[in-house]
């Protein structure tokens, strides 16, 4: 069956997709969603940053090597703000706060974070129930954009994503996360863009979309802490 990829958004220099949950990112066995966007839209197309093959939700791709450069040096200077939606059955730590560490590869695929600060993972959260029985749901900032980063921040506070069985997460139709919205100005435009998920059963619960309609609209809005990236191993 043909994948046809959502247009969230079109600029002259990029495009804003919907990545469906369960595609590669990365030609694989078969086309990813870098080849088929160039397949779909009939452009050459550059990534700038990368969502895991489970996680649903908006991909920047460049439509020249010239604006993907500069998109990744917004990305990279924390000029881009990224949030994240995720789901969890599980009890966390803490209900919203910071997660810092550096990651190092563990078993089969997976990370883990460490208590050292050499070249950190920073992430920040804020969590919710919805009524829906066992269930939570979190809006996370990334400010750093690390492999699993935001699977390993929440399996560090004992709230593994629902269907993220690599991090121990309970089984599920899908891994339940979403990248949820990214802001950031080009050219002189604000581009703000929010892209509530359009799959996955517990996703489309009544109870979870009202959450977002209600209180996670606009993510860039509600109250986040700033981070500084330290220019010396310390961190506060």
């Known amino acids: 069956m043909t994948v046809v990829l959502k247009l969230v958004f079109e600029h002259a220099d ?40 489970g996680t649903s939700g908006l991909l920047l791709l460049a439509k020249s ?8 040096q917004l990305f990279q200077n924390q000029q881009i703000q990224k949030f994240y939606l995720a789901l969890t059955d599980q009890k966390p730590k803490k209900k919203q706060g910071w997660v810092k560490g550096d990651m190092v590869q563990a078993r089969r695929s997976a990370w883990k974070l460490t208590s050292t600060l050499t070249n ?9 129930f919805y009524e829906v029985e066992g269930r939570r749901a979190f809006l996370v900032k990334p400010f750093t954009g690390k492999t699993h980063q935001v699977r390993v921040a929440l399996k560090s506070v004992s709230a593994a994503i629902l269907g993220d ?10 891994l339940y996360l979403h990248a949820y919205a990214l802001y950031f100005s080009w050219g002189g435009t604000d581009i703000k863009l929010v892209l509530p998920p359009s799959d996955g059963e517990e996703f489309l619960a ?3 979309q009202q959450h977002l309609n209600q ?9 986040w802490p700033s981070y500084q990236k330290p220019t010396s191993l310390k961190v506060e």
């Open 14 to 53: 990029f495009l804003l997709l919907d990545k469906p949950s369960g595609l590669s990112f990365h030609s694989e066995f078969e086309p990813g969603v870098v080849a088929l966007a160039e397949i779909q839209f009939g452009l050459k197309l550059y990534a700038v940053h990368r969502l895991d093959k």
């Open 65 to 72: 090597s010239e604006a993907a450069a500069l998109l990744s």
């Open 120 to 128: 950190p993972a920073v992430s920040y959260f804020v969590s919710a």
């Open 165 to 174: 069985e690599l991090y121990q997460g309970t089984a599920a139709d899908r």
């Open 206 to 208: 009544e109870p979870l």
């Open 215 to 223: 209180n996670w609209a606009e993510p860039a809005l509600l109250e």
